[in-house]
């Protein structure tokens, strides 16, 4: 069933769907593509790509760290970050459903030997307080040692969530006083950005490493970079090549990433606008039990016990020409990015009323 509970769809779309899956699912534009063809390249690996550097640069400045590191995917960065701030046996605080929990198909302990302590949070949100309570004593030879604390900016299976930027202090502060190391799963972190105003690096502040991926509501087919201090990113670079990272004339993709940065962030206020009208609609619907806070690009909706299962809903859409994802027996995920447009919004939300309405 395609978008069940998440998994991989079976097939290409059917022409004309309109793809509400995930942001990840947009194609670049004809002018991102053409970039790539006039960026200067040379080899990564020795410093010799000039558009990678520039990049690397302008991600450095926005989100106030030392250095940075260009990755192929948010997963695999995330993954090397998990690495270098833990060793084997230690354990790192997670929302249950966190990206890193539930997407990266057990990288922690897979890739770094690092078991997660998983914490119900509000809308894939923790309180410092929760944090504090579930950092392990240090010196203990028989239990885990707490070395990483790690958040989502925005929340993904939490509706698109903001962190508020007190939350985010709170939390950073709580795991610095007991000297444990933070990082900032920032996919969508430009999505809070664009809602708030609130600048890119300061909700990094106080976070010893950044992921920002472009391959979200940025539009990219490629590419996430990855940011900390200087000795952290040598030790991510070593990382990466042993695990088969290494890139070479990637200049060709980074350029596609500036073009993202240049012109598909303020965009995001438009997959906001939808994303709204969307929920919106679904609230007044007799067969939604409930619809998480909308407050980015992503819709999240619980079906009533009346109304039909998750995976039907996706199939009956998919006739009608949208695709969405079932994450649940009853939940539903619905995306908004720059593959879909207003046109497709209100069409969305006609189809919607008429199969989440009793007849």
């Known amino acids: 069933m395609a978008g069940s509970y998440g998994g991989k769809q079976a097939g290409p779309l059917p022409p004309g769907v309109a793809d509400f899956y995930s942001d990840t699912k947009s194609m670049p534009s004809r002018e991102m593509r053409q970039a790539a063809l006039h960026a ?35 997963t695999m960065a995330n993954e090397i970050a998990v690495a270098v701030h833990c060793r084997p046996g230690d354990e790192m605080i997670c929302e249950r459903s966190s990206h890193i929990v539930n997407f990266e198909g057990g990288g922690p302990g897979y890739l770094a030997g690092v078991q997660t302590h998983v914490l119900d949070g509000v809308n894939g949100m ?47 502060g709580v795991a610095a006083a007991a000297e444990v190391s933070t990082h900032m799963d920032g996919a969508r972190l430009m999505n809070a950005v664009v809602k708030t105003g609130t600048a890119a690096a300061t909700y990094a502040e106080g976070y010893d490493s950044v992921t920002l991926c472009f391959t979200k509501g940025l539009g990219c087919p490629f590419g996430a970079v990855l940011a900390g201090s200087g000795e952290f990113i040598q030790r991510a670079w070593r990382l990466r090549q042993i695990i088969g990272g290494g890139l070479r004339q990637s200049g060709f993709m980074a350029a596609l990433c500036l073009y993202a940065l240049d012109h598909n ?90 199969l989440l309405t009793p007849r």
């Open 126 to 172: 923790l309180s410092p307080d929760q944090v504090a309570a579930a950092l392990r004593p240090k010196g203990n030879l028989y239990i885990p040692e707490t070395s990483l604390v790690a958040v989502e900016q925005t929340a993904n299976m939490g509706g698109g969530a903001v962190w508020p930027l007190e939350a985010l202090r709170g939390v950073a």
């Open 265 to 354: 962030v303020e965009r995001l206020a438009d997959d906001h606008r939808h994303a709204a009208q969307i929920a919106a609609a679904l609230e007044d619907l007799e067969l939604v039990a409930a619809v998480l806070p909308t407050e980015t690009n992503i819709v999240i909706f619980d079906i009533s016990s009346d109304g039909p299962a998750a995976t039907e809903l996706v199939a009956e859409l998919l006739e009608r020409g949208f695709l969405v994802g079932a994450f649940a027996e009853r939940r539903i995920r619905i995306v908004t990015h720059l593959g879909v447009d207003q046109d497709d919004t209100d069409r969305l939300c006609d189809v919607l009323a008429t």
């Open 40 to 74: 200067p390249l040379g080899d990564e690996q020795k410093g010799e790509d000039p558009t990678t550097t520039e990049l690397l640069t302008r991600v450095v400045a926005l989100l106030g760290k030392e250095d940075a590191l260009f990755m192929p995917s948010a």
